[in-house]
């Protein structure tokens, strides 16, 4: 037998060791009795898991070491009795997160990554959750406050703006700097225009294709799952609505009502357990690429415009405050996402772009002594 086999059976043991420990404990911190019923069954789960582990080691004549509760899971544990087991959840989320990738990586037996995958969904359900109620942030979204779709293009659409104008301004500032001819000027932040909006086009286009098909893939593996394991699926369908407040019964009648129809359940665990729908799977990613290209293109040619219709220092002034401009607006439209005040967004995004611009004006400046010199 391997030594990395067995550091790694060592390994995921005491992650579903000290995972069960955790869940224990919220479950004892959880005053909603439906709540820590789920963190009660998510620790048995954990430990048998443990144990199948635990039986790896022993079978290969290794023993099974005494269990003691890492640094971590005692601080989450104290920080879960302090201050309520809802502030552990997002770090819960992202341990299940880690165990069903390093799983899927290392070839655990069928089921343990799927049932890890559905232990994360539910923490993120459970942190939507708050005796019988939904969190703040949940109420707001569902009043409109924040919204979620139109806020993610939002956000991406001045990023990519941004990002066109602050990367290409610093350029065209850099070879303003080396006293270049205004046709090199202009035709250097022409080419930095392109090649900027083509790099982000084409990182999008991967970012996103890359993520339908993990979808993909994830929705194909639930369809298997569902025909192979029912039982198992209704189970965590059954988990999953227990933790967002029905009793137990209801639950588990609701779970089994979906799965007498497999493409239902297949939608509904898409949705509900995987977070993913399937009539999107994250959207287009030809969308999303052209979408990039046209939006790092606004913000770049910002810088460029002045020097088609000027020469020289003027050029270079009207560039630097057509590019204040820009970042200005562009530091408004970021007060949407973060609730500053107009000015105090907006000279910020100025102060730091101008900034930028000129450490490259410099740099230039300096190269291009040198190199004439």
Same mark, same amino acid.
């Given at each position: 037998m391997e030594t990395s086999n067995i550091k790694q059976w060592r390994a995921f043991w005491e992650d579903e060791r000290n995972s069960a420990t955790l869940y224990h404990a919220l479950a004892d911190a959880e005053k909603n009795p439906k709540i820590a019923e789920v963190y009660?069954? *998510?620790? &048995?789960?954990?430990? #048998?898991?443990?144990?199948?582990?635990?039986?790896? *080691?022993? &079978?290969?004549?290794? #023993?099974?070491p005494v269990f003691k509760p890492a640094w971590?899971?005692?601080a989450l544990i104290w920080a879960a009795r302090r201050f309520g087991a809802n502030t552990v959840l997002p770090s819960l989320s992202?341990?299940?997160d880690r165990g069903t990738h390093n799983y899927a990586q290392q070839g655990a037996p069928a089921g343990m990554a799927a049932q890890e995958r559905s232990h994360a969904m539910l923490m993120r359900t459970i942190s939507q959750t708050t005796h019988g109620g939904m969190q703040g942030?949940?109420?707001a979204q569902l009043e409109g406050r924040h919204r979620s779709a139109g806020g993610n293009a939002l956000r991406a659409a001045v990023l990519g703006a941004s990002?066109?104008?602050l990367s290409n301004m610093s350029l065209v500032m850099g070879v303003a700097g080396a006293s270049l001819a205004n046709s090199t000027i202009l035709l250097t932040g022409l080419a930095g225009l392109l090649a900027g909006s083509c790099s982000m086009a084409l990182g999008e286009w991967i970012s996103v294709q890359s993520s339908r098909?993990?979808?993909?893939k994830q929705i194909r593996v639930e369809k298997e799952e569902i025909e192979t394991n029912p039982d198992e699926e209704i189970e965590e369908l059954a988990l999953i609505y227990q933790?967002?407040?029905?009793?137990?019964?209801?639950a588990r009648q609701l779970a089994q009502q979906l799965m007498s129809n497999h493409e239902t359940a297949l939608d509904t665990l898409s949705r509900d357990e995987l977070g993913i729908d399937p009539e999107e799977l994250g959207g287009s990613a030809w969308e999303a690429a052209i979408a990039s290209f046209f939006l790092f293109a606004v913000g770049a040619i910002i810088p460029v415009l002045p020097f088609i219709f000027?020469?020289?220092?003027s050029a270079v002034v009207a560039s630097l405050i057509g590019s204040a401009a820009g970042l200005f607006l562009i530091g408004t439209i970021i007060t949407l996402f973060t609730g500053r005040s107009v000015l105090y967004s907006g000279a910020r995004q100025v102060l730091f772009g101008l900034g930028a611009a000129a450490v490259t004006f410099i740099v230039g400046r300096v190269l291009g002594v040198g190199v004439t010199g």
């Open positions: 009660r069954r *998510l620790a &048995a789960t954990e430990e #048998s898991h443990a144990n199948t582990w635990a039986a790896k *080691l022993k &079978a290969a004549n290794v #023993s099974v971590r899971t005692r992202a341990m299940e942030s949940a109420v990002d066109g104008l098909e993990l979808y993909e933790a967002r407040g029905l009793e137990e019964n209801a000027f020469n020289g220092a």
